[in-house]
Nanobody, 122 residues
Framework: QVQLVESGGGSVQAGGSLRLSCAAS?????LAWFRQAPGKEREGVAT????????VYADSVKGRFTISQDNAKNTVYLQMNSLKPEDTAMYYC??????????????????WGQGTQVTVSS
């Protein structure tokens, strides 16, 4: 079992920055951040592979968001810069222990955090 606890959401004006944190318990193969806006499907934002530290980003956030990990604290971060109103959503941390599936598919992840709201005003 993997437990995930997120923090760091909030409200910010367009162009501002926020950093999300996700504290994980137990072994993970990879962790990812997803987001879901009202009326929209949950979409993958970024992922990091726990052992190698390799990262992958959705095109919509490349160059603005950075995912990183602190192995000593078993915590993953999402640094979000140059935020846009369209980044407004509930952000979720997700973890998986195996390699099955694609990182972009929510169904690949059996473990989810409770979510943290990010609101960007224009």
């Amino acid at each position: 079992q993997v437990q995930l606890v997120e923090s760091g959401g909030g409200s910010v004006q367009a162009g501002g920055s926020l950093r999300l944190s996700c504290a994980a318990s137990g072994y993970t193969y990879s962790l990812a951040w997803f987001r879901q806006a009202p009326g929209k499907e949950r979409e993958g934002v970024a992922t990091i592979y726990s052992r190698s530290g390799s990262t992958v980003y959705a095109d919509s956030v490349k160059g603005r968001f950075t995912i990183s990990q602190d192995n000593a604290k078993n915590t993953v971060y999402l640094q979000m810069n140059s935020l846009k109103p369209e980044d407004t959503a509930m952000y979720y941390c997700a973890a998986r222990r195996g390699t099955a599936g694609t990182w972009l598919a929510p169904s690949s992840y059996p473990y989810w955090g409770q979510g943290t709201q990010v609101t960007v005003s224009s």
